[in-house]
């Protein structure tokens, strides 16, 4: 009974598509006794041409922004990378403009990123969502307002920048990253014939292109069907809604904080036993 409780995911194989926290979550699965398999499906890498986040951190630097969107933690990590590899003297003139302007997060990846530079979030999205993002500054004058918006991986989300306009900011974005294909082809495909065997007990996805590189890599009614063998988790809604785009439902979910913490404790409690 003791190593029942100690190891409750003893016996259990959960398939883990995370890239920059792969240990990490996969250490907090293999500490609860799942035998993991790890198959980063996507590679985050620098933009491939960084003037333009030169260009956008000189113009927060310079006080050129009156608000700044944080869509991820990795883009505001990245940035700061960027400045401390190739312009390190702009980093303390860019962590001081940061800490003035109005700094709006889309959740609580971008909320960590923050604390890490010793500064918070001063609104919150009301969820995690671009439409969590628009509903919070709907409320809110923007005509005039400079707005800077660093991006999702390089989606340029268009409703975004939109509502931003039609609501009379002007605006400047930012791709600090990319995504990239992680593990080739062939190992995708040896993932997909595990979950069709019945092989994998939960797959859980941390990202949205993790899961459009599932799908552009396999047949998408084989991919369908093979996710149908599993127990589908999403470590929250945005990922949860790249799944349904492609006809899967998310099975499991952390109801409030969307961390891999939460979601292991959201996978012992589906999978314990």
């Given at each position: 009974m003791a190593a029942m409780e100690s190891q409750p995911l003893a016996g259990r194989v959960v398939a883990v598509p995370e890239t920059r926290e792969l240990e990490v979550f996969a250490g907090l699965l293999e500490r609860r006794g799942a035998q993991v398999l790890r198959c980063p499906l996507v590679a985050i890498r620098d933009a491939p041409d960084p003037a333009p986040v030169l260009a956008f951190a000189r113009t927060l630097a310079a006080d050129g922004f009156d608000d700044l969107i944080?869509?991820?933690?990795?883009?505001?990590?990245?940035?700061?990378?960027?400045?401390?590899?190739?312009?390190?003297?702009?980093?303390a003139p860019f962590l001081a403009a940061l800490a003035r302007v109005r700094k709006v997060t889309r959740g609580p990846k971008p909320a960590r990123a923050l604390r890490e530079l010793g500064l918070k979030s001063d609104l919150a999205a009301a969820e995690p969502t671009t439409a969590g993002i628009i509903a919070t500054l709907a409320e809110l004058s923007l005509s005039g307002r400079r707005v800077g918006v660093q991006l999702y991986g390089t989606e340029p989300n268009a409703p975004l920048i939109e509502f931003l306009e039609r609501m009379g900011a002007v605006v400047t974005s930012v791709?600090?990253?990319?995504?990239?294909?992680?593990?080739?082809?062939?190992?995708?495909?040896?993932?997909?014939?595990?979950?069709?065997?019945?092989?994998?007990?939960?797959?859980?996805?941390?990202?949205?292109?993790?899961?459009?590189?599932?799908?552009?890599?396999?047949?998408?009614?084989?991919?369908?069907?093979?996710?149908?063998?599993?127990?589908?988790?999403?470590?929250?809604?945005?990922v949860a809604d790249a799944l349904r785009r492609h006809g899967v439902a998310a099975r499991l979910m952390p109801e409030e904080s969307f961390f891999l913490k939460p979601l292991t404790a959201a996978l012992e409690e589906a999978l314990r036993g």
């Open positions: 944080l869509s991820t933690g990795e883009g505001l990590r990245r940035i700061v990378a960027c400045l401390e590899r190739l312009e390190p003297a702009l980093r791709a600090p990253y990319v995504y990239a294909d992680g593990a080739d082809a062939a190992a995708v495909q040896e993932l997909l014939g595990r979950l069709t065997a019945g092989k994998v007990d939960a797959i859980a996805f941390t990202s949205t292109p993790q899961v459009e590189r599932l799908f552009a890599v396999g047949a998408p009614d084989a991919v369908r069907a093979a996710l149908a063998r599993t127990l589908v988790a999403a470590v929250g809604p945005v």
